[in-house]
T-cell receptor
């Protein structure tokens, strides 16, 4: 069965610190897609990134970067120089197929 | 605004009453999904449509739940004889069908309908 585990329930950092959110997944599919979503206090889920199972290149977008390692079934998300506006719940998700299987989320609090 | 919209945003109902929620997806999106999210948890899949066809239903979707997408555009989710355990945020999402494989396209979420059953 497909499963996504985000072991960190809550993380608190001070502004400008770097922070990494962990995501570990389980699937028997050979082709699959991994996603990260952000859920700010307003509640609406915002898509951040998609990664397919055949592309293990790391990706950087501004202060955000993602590290996908198939060997350890991990898809970690790093925010560099965190800002207060990064405070939100972050979800990692896996396709199964079509529908998304979400982790429990990591609440990130960035303090000024 | 061309995003996914949901109505109502909040619903308070008494146990045993029926409720219906509406979702309007992004206009060119063929796939529409319903999820349920309880406090402190990630969204859980309920069902999804490709055009008007309901292709998959989760075992979470008991007989009291029914979803429709009659013309392949908007969708409704009805809960009959509501129970306190139905209190949650109900999220709708849509994605394009496109030419990619299943699951390739990201899903765009609406703001959700928060249901409180008293």
């Amino acid at each position: 069965a497909q499963k996504v585990t985000q072991a960190q329930t809550e993380i608190s950092v001070v502004e400008k610190e770097d922070v990494t959110l962990d995501c570990v997944y389980e699937t028997r599919d050979t082709t699959y897609y991994l996603f990260w979503y952000k859920q700010p206090p307003s509640g609406e889920l915002v898509f951040l990134i998609r990664r397919n199972s055949f592309d293990e290149q790391n990706e950087i977008s501004g202060r955000y970067s993602w590290n996908f390692q198939k060997s350890t079934s991990s898809f970690n998300f790093t925010i560099t120089a965190s800002q207060v506006v990064d405070s939100a719940v972050y979800f990692c998700a896996l396709t199964s197929p079509g529908k998304l299987i979400f982790g429990q989320g990591t609440t990130l609090q960035v303090k000024p | 605004d061309t995003g996914v919209s949901q109505d109502p945003r909040h619903k308070i109902t008494k146990r045993g009453q029926n409720v219906t929620f509406r979702c309007d997806p992004i206009s060119e999106h063929n796939r529409l999904y319903w999820y349920r999210q309880t406090l402190g948890q990630g969204p859980e899949f309920l069902t999804y449509f490709q055009n008007e066809a309901q292709l998959e239903k989760s075992r979470l979707l008991s007989d009291r739940f029914s979803a429709e997408r009659p013309k392949g555009s908007f969708s409704t989710l009805e809960i009959q004889r509501t129970e306190q355990g139905d209190s949650a945020m109900y999220l709708c999402a849509s994605s394009p069908l496109g030419g990619g494989p299943v699951g390739y396209y990201e899903q765009y979420f609406g703001p959700g309908t928060r249901l409180t059953v008293t």
